[in-house]
């Protein structure tokens, strides 16, 4: 069954202070009603400031990243959306014209970027409302209803979170999470639109159950109506919200108190020339510029201090090589750490010296990969972290003692070696391993393996 799919996504952004006043964001910090004036409490006869700078270039680099056109040298009005709700004291909300048109992610027209603000903080339960987060300047982006499946949905959204990650213009997520309406129609049936969606993950099961229950409906030959649903985080599950509000039951006037913006080309230029690289764009490069596969060249652009450091080291060392240890051994230490790329303390030099010990077959990957280890941990120069961890290469006398010992010590295994069990063997690479505390190499002890049996068989 043909079906499509959109999104608005909104994104709270990094700005220290708020949309139209000079409060400050750090609304999760602070005691409820703390962060608030007269302007973001929507006070009768409150005069809004200029839109905040800081945050009309950031939503003018996230559509730039995006391949939006941006909306040069015209009036672009800040808009009064009016709605009736505890969170929003003035009854309505700014929102921008659009600042950026016509974009383009991974194969998903983006239609529009535009500026919002978000409202307060109500909690039903209590009636309680806390204004803290009033005026918090939001970028919000609307797709094209071009993605076809919950599969293809989840992609795109994963992409759009990277992309702002990546700008390093929004509040990270533990502090603003996304939040997404999702547009969900079936070929015969009317748009439903599900809102307080704040995960990949749940948008992703609102669509799949949307789905189910709208095939459901028509199926039985009812008819799918045009609606709005909440999506039930616990129960996973989308409920009816209200009518559809109709675009004309906002009310949209330009605001009068707040000048329009308009940006100019000079404007967009500087913000052209020291913007960051989109992260599609950049895993394309990688794969170009470095002759990487475009599965490795997927992780190590999954995050920017990744990639960065990547560039850095590939400089220095075969860009190959470094690929491999990126994705096989610094990824996985990292995600075992819980740490992400911008956490981690160590120089790049230090890993540079590391991989080049490795490269050249003065360390072994498997003492590498300790060091490494280390070196995430605790960093330092490569050289000493192999001595502190008494990782110096055994000499060859007792690595030839290892050996006699591992197969003196286990002579079943040796009877099933020479049977021809080649699993044997590898048992007792990993006990001589054991008894030179990871300090030889695998392939030298095989071969010793291999010479000493030899001989007693
Ligand atoms: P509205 O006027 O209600 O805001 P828009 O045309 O602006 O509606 O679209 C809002 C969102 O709905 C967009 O993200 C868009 O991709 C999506 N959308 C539009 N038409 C459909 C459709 N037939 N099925 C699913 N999503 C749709
Ligand atoms: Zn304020
Ligand atoms: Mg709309």
Known sequence: ??????????????????????????????????????????????????????????????????????????????????????????????????????????????????????????????????????????????????????????????????????????????????????????????????????????????????????????????????????????????????????????????????????????????IKASMVEAPHLREQRLVKQYGIGPSVANVIASERELANLFEVVAREVDPKFVATWFRTKLKKILNYMKLRAEDVKFVPEQLIDLLKMIKSDEITPEQGELVLRELVKRPGDPHELLLQLGLVRVGRTELQAAVAEAIRTNPEVVKDYLAGKQEALHFLVGKVMQLTNMRADPREIIKLLRAELGREG
Do not use: W
């Open 1 to 270: 069954m043909k079906m499509l799919i959109g999104f608005e996504v909104h994104q709270q952004l990094s700005t220290g202070r708020k949309m139209y006043c000079d409060c400050p964001t750090n609304y999760q910090e602070v005691p409820p009603n703390t962060n608030i004036c007269p302007i973001c409490t929507g006070m009768p006869g409150s005069k809004p400031l200029p839109p905040n700078e800081r945050a009309v270039d950031a939503a003018i680099e996230i559509a730039l990243m995006l391949g939006c056109e941006i909306i040069a040298d015209r009036i672009i009005y800040i808009q009064r959306k009016h709605y009736d709700y505890p969170d929003l004291p003035s009854g309505y909300q700014r929102t921008s014209l659009p600042i950026g048109l016509n974009g383009e992610l991974q194969g998903v027209r983006i239609r529009e970027v535009h500026l919002e603000e978000d409202p307060g903080q109500y909690d039903p339960t209590l009636g309680t409302v806390d204004f803290n987060r009033s005026g918090v300047p939001l970028v919000e982006i609307v797709t094209e209803p071009d993605m076809h499946s919950p599969e293809e949905a989840r992609k795109f959204l994963r992409q759009l979170v990277r992309l702002l990650e990546y700008s390093g213009k929004v509040r990270p997520e533990a502090g603003g999470a996304m939040r997404t309406d999702t547009n969900i129609s079936l070929e015969g049936g009317g748009r439903v639109e599900v809102k307080n969606i704040n995960s990949v993950k749940g948008a992703y099961r609102a669509i799949k159950f949307e789905i189910m229950r709208q095939r459901a409906k028509l199926e039985r030959g009812e008819a799918v109506t045009r609606e709005t649903r909440a999506y039930l985080e616990s129960q996973k599950i989308t409920m009816p919200m209200r009518l559809k509000e109709l675009e004309e039951d906002y009310r949209y006037i330009p605001d009068p108190d707040i000048f329009p913006l308009v940006i100019d080309q000079a404007r967009i230029r500087r």
